[in-house]
């Protein structure tokens, strides 16, 4: 038996002492109070506001209102006892313009928010973008033009003089990979953008961003400990023919971000229409990109498949690989999937980390995003039975120690997410967090996953696995699955 599985022994089950286990959140999602003690416009303020990209018109006005809820937010982080908190600094609400005066008042929220989370014991770790940039960047080219970079940095450093005497962990972008994909190749996501032009120097100036920020951190905090988070995407091919397109699509999506942060370059395979144009990259840039890191933050939620397929008579589920004839996008249909039609898939997330602890030459790992949407509901009885998501952790937990055992160095886990919040794209009616939110009034209502996820950190232990109730199905009756494979442009993330 796996020692490992459940059954195993009680010690192969805890991890390490000082294993850091927290929560996250990212400040458009939450925070609303767009308008409030002079915040500025962000893109997605404007993007929430174009027909027909967001699901239902749903917009983060007020999403779960955090801005005015700080104490309630952070009695919800004591309560489940986390020894860590991820959260974000919206960009336009620190400097509305993107780069000069700064906005006192904006930064006194987050002075307010860390003051709280220390005298809690709560660490605060943050993350300098997390896609709400300023419109007033984006109307001067976004992320295609290089002083957004340069403004970043700017940024880091006013952060860094106010808060760096309490906050010592600093992630500097998130997810790179959906900046790019989603909102500069097919315009799911804010700003709206379809233009591989555009796509390729979001690709150099994002990165050149994260090194720009690790620069002023590291000038402005003594000490401090920076790291970005990346959303690697495992692809996976399923027969022999499928292989070359997998390897396409891990430079596409994985090595275009990870390579010039990790070694300086940009991976020679990676398509002609996605190189940064030589142009772009000045001297430097790559040594500033590529300047030591203390961590990697790694954002997990489901890997993808391709095989070999014809275009001409495509399958439910499939789509074609763009560049590689007769292989296709596919969903294996044995696979247990989520509300978003996300395969579960926890080994992919041991196999990833594998992965990355060579590519890293063992850098720490924290896994600053993991979690799954639900339908989730109350009960006549007030309760919010989330069972689905309570084996969702689980798997993942047991995943992550599977890892450890490997010699991987893992050294946290973030759960996404704190709380129900604005999900981009998909408005409200995803919900990922361990807290039910009422969006009408805003009350907050642990989930039944809150209660598993305080044990896991009390204990600092994977408890044995958890027996949802199921209802009664007829003998031979499959296993009910929700949704069909959703096989978006690109990988979507929260």
Known sequence: MNSLTPGGSEAARRFPDGFLWGVGTSSYQ???????????????????????????????????????RLADDVALLDALGVGAYRFSVSWPRVLPSGSGEVNQAGLDYYRRLVD??????????ATVYHWDLPQAL?????????????????????????????????????????????GYLNGSHA???????????????????????????????????VGPTMDTQPFNALDEDAAPAAVALDAEYNRVYLDPVL??????????????????????????????????GLNYYRPHYVRSGDWADLRLGERPVAGWPGTVHYMPPDLPRTVMGWAVVPEGLRDLLIRLHGETGGLPIYITENGCAADDYITPEGTVEDHERIAYIH????????????????AGYFHWSLMDNFEWAEGYRRRFGLHYVE?????????????YYREVVRTNSLPPEPRAP????????????????????????V
């Open 30 to 68: 939450i925070e609303g109070a767009v308008d409030a003690d002079g915040r500025g416009p962000s893109i997605w303020d404007t993007f929430v506001r174009t027909p027909g990209k967001v699901n239902r018109g749903d917009t983060g006005d007020i999403a779960c209102d955090s801005y005015n």
């Open 116 to 125: 709280a989370l220390v005298e809690h014991g709560i660490r605060p770790v």
């Open 138 to 182: 984006e109307d001067r080219g976004g992320w295609a033009n290089r002083d957004t970079a340069l403004a970043m940095g700017e940024l880091a450093a006013v952060l860094a003089d106010a808060l760096g005497d309490r906050v010592s962990m600093w992630i500097t972008i998130n997810e790179p990979l959906q900046t790019v994909q989603q």
């Open 191 to 225: 700003p709206g953008r379809r233009d591989p032009a555009l796509a390729a120097a979001a690709i150099h100036h994002i990165l050149l961003a994260h090194g720009f920020a690790t620069q002023a951190l590291r000038a402005g905090i003594a000490g401090a400990i």
């Open 263 to 296: 070694r300086g370059s940009y991976p020679a395979d990676l398509r002609a229409d996605l190189m940064p144009p030589d142009e772009l990259v000045r001297g430097g840039d790559m040594a500033l990109i590529s300047a030591p890191i203390d961590f990697l």
């Open 395 to 410: 798997g993942h937990l047991e995943a992550i120690l599977e890892a450890l055992t490997a010699g991987v160095d893992v």
């Open 439 to 451: 969006f009408g009034s805003g009350r907050r209502l642990q989930k039944r996953s809150a209660s």
């Open 470 to 493: 199921t209802p009664a199905r007829a003998a031979g009756e499959p296993t009910p699955r929700v949704g069909e494979a959703e096989l978006p442009e690109a990988p979507a993330a």
